[in-house]
RNA sequence: GCGAGAGUGGCGGAACUGGUAGACGCACUGGACUUAGGAUCCAGCCCACGAGAGUGGAUGGGGGUUCAACUCCCCCCUCUCGCACCA
């Protein structure tokens, strides 16, 4: 071969060749086939925002090898790919740019589709899907309009952050140190309809059904629970002095209401206004409420340094004790959570401590700790750990846990309470007052209320020609064409809702609408759904662990009672990929540290940089991009291109393995097919992409060494099989050159459609093997056996060895240990 | 503060149910081939002592169980992530 011209890896123009070779043939068409098992794998599909960064490709490179593995395995594999399409940023470059958001997201949607192709990524592109178009949110309109026939959805009133002058609702992050980050005026706590998804419906099945998810990690199910945030408690109501209203409280200590010296009310309570009524300060307290509300706008989600509060001038009784209670606001007290307002018990809980301190308000110890006494002029914190109960009537001597029983049943004795379960997670609001999304189908009737679009007028489609607006205000609202309807019911004239989606809506049902994306009849078939469905694989990032997947798992439960599924979880198995960095930092555009996959591709090739990423790092781990790392990924496929080249001639026709093979055959042989066993090995146990590359890199040295020049080569047909081998097993991650040099041994068939290589059990089996001599656990020497050499001979040769000799010269045998095929271990002193 | 995860060579990382710690790759060092190479090939590469054979030490720290511990148990330290005034 020495004077043959060596041929040369050219990644662009072998991957050029098969990416198109794949697109001519419909290569990754999935089609429902009741005869093989499905195997549906997911990757959270992006939002166009230009173009790919190493995070996406990250994404899709596992999800790639997932697909494509599972397609050699036998698996019929659907693997589809679309865009998040709607969202914020299309906007703000919009107003920035002039460029319209449809033409925008499109433009980027282009260029996107393009990279991906060019990483070679097994799609089935005919299911592809674009959220922002009204074939697709027809669907989510219909279910949303199904949604609130069943009582799923409502409107209520929320707390929004709306700028004054661009007269618009912010997002959290457009708020910048309580000012719009647009026209930099002051933000304002406004209170404005909005639409509500029902998800408290729910709650407790979405709970209990993560304890059923063995296939998640555990650190996204703890989560998922610690945001559903379920507590065990009691409310009880505490009349106001000198009226008939109550003010209801929600404890997880009820065993501490006889300690309670004053009660915390939210700022934003509904109650304030009637309990300052006559008050001489309230002038005081108003303005305490709209401080308290502009911090909390200024400092965004998070507590406050300092606690603070104001005497309302009101009292309320407590019931248990008939004590009058003063009535404060605090600024630590959340209307979202429990009833907004709580019984405060200084002595056992820091928050009331800390306020009590600051306002001097009485300290009363109600729970004794095992062996101590409490006295609250020493408490330099609050106790609130469990005890037994004191000062506290009839219930004195009492174990703390006992007592919240007794006290919850005394209170629903004399109805003045009851327990109660209250979560952290509240209903889902879902309105925006953004131009780009899905529109809300209602109609506001003067007489009949907020009323669903008709079904056959679907969809309330988005209108194009809108323009932004460089104030910020939606352009729905002032789109006349738009706003103005009849109403459904009674056929007066009435206006349309003028919000559209929270873009969460889109991504939570896609996975179902690319089992059928093109039907045109409903959000998808049925039929379909339930072959495909539910999603065996979905990869992605851990930032949607909480939101993304408690909505979509939310809506599948949904459309499972609206008659659509027949599952309760979308995703069987999720594998939530780490970062990927350069040095050492999360890559991001402002702190310039990124690295364009672009340029990487036209550097090394698409299957060089997805060996990398599938290398450098176990898939949940974060991944640091290191150049001379990629370097290393190249060189390898350089070099068995090389190889291959080299050898071709000779084994492309070599004949199939013999059955009787001789030594030197023999060996490499057998280190095929181990190596076959352990990639599928690192495959099954949770996808170790890397130590199974790392095993085929051990075949394919073993492979150089034995065609080495000091050795006599193993036969053609051995190094054949080795070659075919190491091509298949790695074609999942570098398919096209898999696809090149699988060819060019004079396959006709596409690799993608070749299976995985069989195992030849007997020919993996060993006829020697190592096994260690250790003397007190030390490694003391080592000798060769036949497998299955039985336990006295093995101690027989252990005695017998010079290294165990030398050490347990002098020395008395106690015992010896014998592990079969791995070690002796002689004891001895 | 609460919850979860992780600490192994110069680096990324291996080590399945306790059984040769450091696979594989990178970096580095030496050599070969070369007009040259940052190409390629071969070899070495945890630390200490030693010319070498070898001996001892080593998986964040400390203790324990065991013939045997990266792996199991207890205590402590550090880092990362998530939630964070949740009553």
Redo the contacts with the bound molecule.
């Keep these: 071969m020495s004077n043959t011209k060596e041929k040369k890896y050219t990644p662009a123009a072998i991957e050029d060749k098969w990416q198109r070779y794949w697109r001519e043939h419909g290569g990754f068409i999935a089609t429902p086939d009741p005869d093989r098992p499905k195997y549906y794998a997911l990757e959270m599909f992006p939002y166009p925002s230009g173009r790919l960064h190493m995070g996406h490709v990250r994404n899709y490179t596992i999800g790639d090898v997932v697909a494509r593995y599972k397609r050699m395995r036998g698996f019929n594999v659907i693997h589809p790919m679309g865009w998040d399409a709607f969202g914020l940023p299309a906007e703000n470059a919009a107003i920035k740019t002039g460029n319209h958001p449809a033409h925008w997201t499109y433009d980027n949607i282009a260029y996107m589709r393009g990279q991906l192709r060019q990483l070679g990524f097994s799609y089935d592109w005919q299911r592809e899907i674009t959220t922002c178009r009204p074939e697709y949110y027809r669907w989510e309109q219909l279910i949303f309009l199904e949604m609130l026939k069943k009582g799923l959805v409502y409107r209520k009133k929320t707390s929004v952050n709306w700028c004054e002058t661009c007269h618009t609702v912010l997002a959290r992050e457009q708020v910048e140190d309580g000012c719009c980050w647009r026209c930099d005026s002051e933000v304002i706590d406004r209170e404005m309809n909005g639409w509500f998804f029902r998800i408290s419906n729910y709650t407790e099945e979405l709970l209990d059904g993560l304890d059923h998810l063995d296939g998640w990690p555990?650190?996204v199910r703890?989560?998922q629970k610690?945001?559903i945030?379920k507590?065990h408690?009691a409310e009880i109501e505490f009349p106001l002095k000198n009226s008939r209203e109550t003010i209801k409280i929600?404890?997880?200590?009820p065993d501490t209401v006889f300690g309670v010296s004053f009660m915390s009310l939210?700022p934003e309570h509904p109650m304030v206004t009637e309990l300052i009524k006559g008050y001489k300060n309230a002038a005081a307290v108003w303005e305490f409420i709209d401080r308290v509300k502009r911090e909390k706008i200024a400092r965004g989600?998070?507590?406050?340094?300092?606690?603070e509060g104001i005497f309302t001038g009101a009292y309320c009784i407590n019931p248990f004790t008939g004590d009058e209670v003063p009535i404060f606001l605090a600024?630590?007290?959340?209307?979202e959570?429990?009833?907004?307002a709580?019984?405060a018990v200084p002595a056992h809980?820091q928050?009331d401590f800390e306020f009590a301190k600051k306002y001097d308000l009485p300290i009363r110890v109600v729970i004794t700790p095992a062996g101590e006494t409490l006295a609250p002029e020493t408490m330099t914190e609050a106790f609130t750990g469990a005890g037994t109960l004191c000062n506290s009537g009839k219930f004195d001597g009492s174990d703390s846990d006992e007592a919240k029983a007794a006290i919850t049943a005394m209170a629903e004795k004399n109805s003045f309470g009851r327990a109660r379960v209250?979560y952290?997670l509240n209903d889902w609001g879902i309105s925006r007052q953004r131009y780009w999304g899905t529109p809300i189908p209602i109609i506001h009737c003067p007489d009949c209320g907020p009323v669903g679009v008709r079904e056959e007028d679907l969809p309330v489609a988005l209108p194009e020609e809108a323009i932004l607006l460089e104030d910020g205000h939606s352009p729905l609202a002032g789109l006349d064409l738009f706003v103005n309807a009849t109403c459904p019911e009674c056929g007066k004239a009435a206006r349309r809702d003028t919000d559209t989606m929270d873009t969460f809506v889109e991504s939570s049902w896609y996975y179902a609408r690319y089992c059928s994306p093109r039907n045109e009849t409903s959000p998808f078939d049925k039929k379909e759904a339930a072959y495909w469905l539910p999603v065996d694989q979905y990869i992605g990032g851990?930032e949607h662990?909480?939101l993304h997947l408690l909505y979509a798992r939310f809506f599948t439960r949904v459309l499972r009672d609206l008659g659509y599924l027949d599952i309760d979880e979308p995703f069987k198995n999720l594998l939530t990929q780490g970062m990927v960095t350069l040095d050492g930092a999360k890559m991001s555009k402002s702190k310039g540290n990124v690295v364009d996959p672009d340029e990487m591709i036209k550097r090394y090739g698409a299957d060089t940089v997805r060996m990398f990423i599938l290398?450098?790092?176990?898939p949940d781990?974060?991944?640091?991009w290191?150049s001379?790392?990629v370097?290393?990924?190249y060189?390898?496929i350089?070099?068995f291109f090389r190889f291959f080249h080299q050898h071709l001639a000779v084994i492309k026709d070599a004949a199939a393995i013999p059955k009787e093979l001789e030594r030197q055959n023999l060996a490499l042989h057998r280190i095929t097919h181990q190596t076959i066993v352990k990639v599928e090995a690192e495959m099954e146990r949770g996808f170790?992409f890397?130590?199974a590359?790392?095993k085929v890199?051990?075949l394919a040295?073993a492979l150089?060494?034995a065609c080495?020049e000091d050795t006599p080569p193993p036969a053609p047909e051995v190094i054949r099989e080795a070659v075919r081998t190491i091509i298949l097993l790695l074609s999942p991650m570098i398919p096209h050159i898999a696809e090149e040099l699988w060819q060019e041994m004079g396959e006709t068939d596409s690799i993608s459609r070749a299976g995985w290589p069989k195992i030849d059990a007997d020919a993996t089996k060993e006829d020697e093997i190592?096994v260690?001599l250790?003397v007190?656990?030390?490694?003391?020497g080592?000798v060769k056996v036949r497998p299955d050499t039985d336990n006295d001979e093995l101690e027989a040769m252990a005695r017998a060895d010079a290294?165990i000799q030398?050490f347990t010269a002098g020395k008395t045998i106690r015992?010896v240990?014998v592990?079969k095929n791995?070690?002796v271990?002689v004891?001895a002193n």
């Excluded at 989600?301 to 606690?307: I, Q």
């Excluded at 600024?331 to 209307?335: A, D, I, W």
């Excluded at 290398?615 to 176990?618: C, E, I, N, R």
């Design positions: 555990e650190k703890t989560m610690n945001w945030g507590s408690g929600f404890t997880t200590r939210a989600p998070g507590a406050a340094e300092e606690k600024n630590f007290v959340l209307m959570y429990g009833t907004g709580v019984m809980d928050r209250t952290r851990v662990a909480i290398f450098a790092a176990p781990r974060d991944l640091e290191v001379s790392g370097d290393g990924c060189r390898f350089a070099r170790h890397n130590t590359i790392s890199m051990e040295n150089y060494a080495g190592t260690v250790q007190n656990g030390k490694l003391r080592k290294g030398k015992r240990i592990v791995r070690l271990n004891v």
